[in-house]
């Protein structure tokens, strides 16, 4: 079978920053995506790593550690409107964009 | 640029109606296409993907079934709804090599 275990909730104060972790174990493996996703609204794409290390956007980075089969998305500075909910993703064929997804962090900023 | 664009955005349906919801992809050429679906507060379950005309995998043993009849266009059908088909229905597509897929606007389906 192929699974991803992410924490299902996370809370943290305007300005902190948070780390959600993703451990994956699949069948295939070409990389590791991470999404946002607002209520009501669809995935939008954040970070892909395919080699291990950090990959830094902005105030998001990104790390993998292929073998550890985990993952991080790193969110600093925290703001209001990063309050959402982040899936990882597995690439599990080289060919296609093929995604297997985790079952998502609720990420909830305070004041 | 591409555009990605998914409809109806919601819909209620009895149980035993049939589906179609349908999507399409401008802008590109021969993309991969994808059909997941969310259930309320969980993660997305891939449904169907497609590298080309024709050609669909398909990911979950279900009642649901989906076509590409044109390069740029995949279709989500049912002949008969259950319950358990609702939920917020995502298509989406990615370059054939590519590292990133793209979500449509999503339809939310209700089955009452």
């Known amino acids: 079978g192929q699974s991803l275990e992410q924490p299902s909730e996370v809370t943290a104060v305007e300005g902190a920053i948070v780390q959600i972790n993703c451990t994956y174990q699949?069948?295939?493996?070409?990389?590791l995506s991470w999404y946002q996703q607002h209520d009501g609204g669809a995935p939008t794409f954040l970070s892909y790593?395919?080699?291990?290390g950090l990959e830094e956007t902005g105030r998001f980075s990104s790390f993998l550690s292929r073998s550890d089969s985990y993952g991080y998305l790193l969110l600093q500075e925290l703001q209001m409107k990063d309050s959402a909910s982040y899936f990882c993703?597995?690439?599990?064929?080289?060919?296609?964009?093929?995604?297997?997804f985790g079952q998502g962090t609720t990420l909830q900023v305070k004041p | 640029s591409q555009t990605i664009h998914q409809w109806p955005a919601t819909l209620v349906q009895p149980v035993g109606s049939p589906l179609s919801l349908e999507c399409t992809v401008e802008?590109?050429?021969?993309?991969?296409l994808y059909w997941y679906r969310q259930a309320a507060g969980r993660g997305l379950q891939l449904l169907f993907y497609?590298?080309?005309?024709?050609?669909i995998s398909s990911e979950v043993p279900q009642n649901l079934s989906a076509s590409r009849p044109q390069d740029r266009q995949f279709i989500l059908s049912s002949k008969k709804l259950l319950l358990s088909d609702s939920g917020f229905y995502l298509c989406?597509?990615?370059?054939?090599?590519?590292?990133?897929?793209?979500f449509g606007e999503g339809s939310w389906l209700t089955v009452v």
């Open positions: 790593n395919a080699l291990d």
């Open positions: 497609s590298v080309g005309i024709g050609q």
């Open positions: 989406a597509w990615s370059r054939g090599s590519g590292n990133t897929i793209y």
């Open positions: 699949t069948s295939g493996f070409y990389g």
């Open positions: 993703a597995v690439r599990v064929m080289s060919n296609t964009g093929k995604l297997i």
């Open positions: 802008g590109t050429s021969n993309p991969n």
